[in-house]
């Protein structure tokens, strides 16, 4: 019981937080500078991670315009995600690079994958791929939905790269020049 009430309380605390997001106010814009921001997102994932190897692999000096506690959401998601699908041993890795006045963000594993038929689907409110191991593990099938709706309403975008038995690569693009305006999420 204690669990159900943990997944429901979760599932509120997110959609909660879908509701804002769409609502487009809740964006606290500040100067981020990237690689104290990736620092200290390593530091509190620390703990998730169990005994998956975790790697950051440092890119250019940056400084981005975002608000640092959704975007830190963002990466708690992914590399949560990554490590519900990464076998103790794995490895997951968080790395950044600049391309075309932009900086691109990618956190990737080197897990089972995405299948195929569930690929088109991630970004999809409720979705879960495989339903038992999420529902075992507490998933409610709105983490890759909130981030979808958080890089965007930073006016970028997000992509995956897959391959079943092999892993998967979240490459998130975020503008350099700063957001010209919040834009009205979904």
Request: hydrophobic content about 40%.
């Amino acid at each position: 019981m204690h669990h159900e009430v943990t997944r429901l309380n979760r599932l509120t605390d997110q959609l909660l937080a879908l509701t804002r997001l769409e609502a487009s106010d809740v964006i606290n814009l500040q100067s981020i500078d990237l690689a104290d921001f990736i620092e200290d997102v390593s530091r509190q994932v620390k703990y998730i991670i169990g005994d998956r190897e975790f790697k950051v692999i440092q890119g250019p000096d940056v400084q981005l315009h975002g608000d640092p506690d959704l975007l830190a959401q963002v990466f708690f998601n992914l590399i949560d995600n990554a490590v519900q699908h990464t076998d103790p041993g794995g490895s997951i890795e968080l790395r950044w690079n600049v391309a075309e006045r932009a900086v691109v963000i990618s956190v990737s594993d080197n897990g089972e994958g995405i299948a195929a038929e569930d690929l088109p689907h991630i970004f999809e409110r409720f979705y879960r791929g495989d339903r038992s191991r999420s529902r075992r593990q507490g998933g409610t099938g709105l983490g890759l939905t909130i981030v979808q709706a958080i890089v965007q309403a930073h006016q970028g975008k997000i992509e995956v790269h897959t391959q079943p038995d092999h892993g998967t690569r979240f490459d998130i693009t975020l503008p350099l020049d700063g957001l010209k305006s919040i834009q009205r999420l979904m």
